[in-house]
């Protein structure tokens, strides 16, 4: 029987996690916890305090463990009951592995993110996610555990074992050390979710290519080659920042120049900037050369599944900002006649688009297709006709939504995270665009001003290499991927504290003047 937590002496002051990953770790709301949430004391398959307590003050991971989890590893294995799965896990009969062998054969069979394999190659796919979610923990525990790193190191039985079938066993293998059996179940839910990630967006955008064709667009459209210079050349400046000589460093004042100083101060940083050339004009039609410097970043699998573990959200939901852009103009005036023509430059290219494919279909009765069809399904017969009609005369090509902050600080910038610092300034948008076939494209925009840029690198609490540091460990990432009732040893205050110093001294120390 499991310690009553009410009757036990506390060692751990379990954290509440998102619900729909709550199973990740060892929180006070995780199903079928392996160790007590407070104790730390290792828990049978199924305790019946531990679920009484879940069903009373967590009602709804309750219910996601009764309907989810429990009944569908029930489906899985064939077993009806979770304790029972305990006793035949521990047992090394021959029935034990027939079952294993069946187990395996209905998670290839019922997985839904391995439907892209063919039927041969579902077994080393799945596999191969098995790899991914050992670099992914060995990337969280290097990048934010480095102290810890050996510590952390995955367990031999664990790294070695790719076999999704044989890891959930493990997980209810008493016989096991209890870390052993957490990997095992961490590495099992991380290799559906990676698997799942991997998955999404093939059928709501069209992600791959997306963004260098917005770079590309930018390219033609927007910047301007010099005569006798080739497409790609960009102009060396530089942003020299001078900031207070406190440990805030906040940013004093900033400016873009094209040489570097000739001297050099304490106080002062300097950001390299490789800018791009265009020629805009304002809204009375005079036109100016300006400078702007781009950095196109697209969100890699690790990272929009840190996110989702983040916000506790659907694969995908928050995969609108994987595509993104910062840039960074000299004047809020640049940034606006800028932005005015190239929206302006964008709906005319689609326009185009969408009207040379009705010419293709000119043919063809429109009516009759548009009231036959709601998305672009293109299994249907020339469904293309139909959606470039709805392109061009349903809503807008492209679109601002969700704005945040601005760039004269009228607004103040309000991010999701907990990890945002109130002091964070710039202007922030998602770029709806509609393509010809009536589906959306999305692109994070990220627009700075020198001073506001310089802010973002190196002032305390504001600075990118701090904000992803804050973010996993207040929002409690750290306790979801390695629990401390798992993981004891590590302490938690002072590799928080040192994690933190350590990325604002890489900020700091990076914009240092080349000797």
Excluded at 139 to 162: A, W
Excluded at 253 to 275: C, F, H, N, S, Y
Excluded at 338 to 361: H, I, P, S, V
Excluded at 382 to 393: E, G, S
């Amino acid at each position: 029987m499991a310690s009553n937590p009410q009757n036990t002496e506390r060692k751990f002051k379990p954290v509440v996690h998102k619900p729909k990953y709550a199973a990740f770790g060892n929180g006070d709301n995780t199903p079928l916890p392996i160790v007590d949430p407070y104790t730390g004391e290792e828990l049978p398959i199924y305790d019946p305090e531990t679920v009484d307590r879940l069903k009373n003050d967590h009602p709804e991971e309750h219910q996601k463990m009764v309907v989810e989890y429990a009944n569908r590893i029930k489906r899985l294995t064939g077993i009806g009951r979770l304790r029972d799965i305990a006793t035949i896990a521990s047992s090394d009969g021959p029935g034990t592995q027939i079952i294993i062998d069946q187990t395996r054969r209905n998670m290839l069979g019922r997985l839904g993110f391995l439907a892209k394999y063919q039927d041969n190659d579902k077994e080393s796919g799945l596999r191969e996610q098995g790899r991914s979610a050992d670099s992914y923990i060995n990337q969280m525990g290097k990048r934010f555990f480095p102290d810890y790193e050996h510590d952390l190191s995955l367990k031999i039985e664990v790294s070695t074992c790719n076999d999704a079938a044989k890891l959930l066993f493990m997980a209810f293998d008493t016989r096991w050390d209890k870390r052993v059996r957490y990997e095992a179940r961490r590495k099992l839910l991380l290799m559906e979710l990676l698997g799942k990630t991997r998955d999404y967006s093939k059928a709501e955008e069209d992600h791959e290519g997306a963004l260098n064709d917005m770079v590309g667009f930018i390219d033609r459209k927007m910047i301007n080659v010099p005569e006798g210079q080739k497409k790609g050349v960009s102009f060396e400046r530089f942003l020299i920042s001078r900031h207070t000589k406190d440990r805030e460093h906040k940013t004093l004042k900033a400016k873009i120049q094209d040489r570097l100083p000739k001297g050099k101060k304490a106080t002062e940083r300097v950001t390299r900037m490789g800018m791009r050339r265009t020629i805009i004009e304002n809204k009375d039609g005079e036109e100016r050369e300006s400078f702007f410097y781009i950095i196109p970043r697209e969100k890699d699998t690790f990272d929009r599944v840190t996110k989702t573990l983040r916000y506790g959200a659907e694969v995908g939901e928050k995969d609108t900002d994987r595509n993104g852009i910062r840039m960074v103009f000299e004047t809020k005036e640049d940034w606006e006649d800028f932005f005015r023509e190239f929206k302006k430059q964008l709906e005319d290219e689609y326009k185009q688009k969408t009207q040379q494919n009705l010419a293709n279909y000119g043919h063809l009765d429109i009516k009759r297709l548009i009231g036959t069809l709601t998305s672009c399904d293109k299994t249907e017969a020339d469904p293309q006709l139909a959606f470039d009609h709805v392109a061009i005369n349903g809503a807008e090509i492209v679109q601002i939504i969700d704005e945040k902050g601005s760039l004269d600080g009228s607004v103040p910038f309000e991010g999701n995270s907990t990890g945002t610092n109130p002091g964070v300034n710039f202007y922030k948008f998602k770029l709806q665009v509609k393509k010809p076939c009536g589906d959306f494209q999305h692109y994070e925009f990220q627009i700075f001003l020198p001073k506001d840029f310089a802010d973002y690198q190196f002032r305390r609490g504001v600075s990118w290499e701090e904000y992803q540091v804050k973010r996993f460990f207040e929002e409690h990432i750290d306790e979801l991927l390695f629990p401390s009732q798992i993981f004891p040893e590590i302490n938690r205050i002072e590799v928080y504290k040192k994690a933190m110093e350590e990325a604002y001294q890489r900020a700091w120390k990076g914009g240092e003047l080349a000797a």
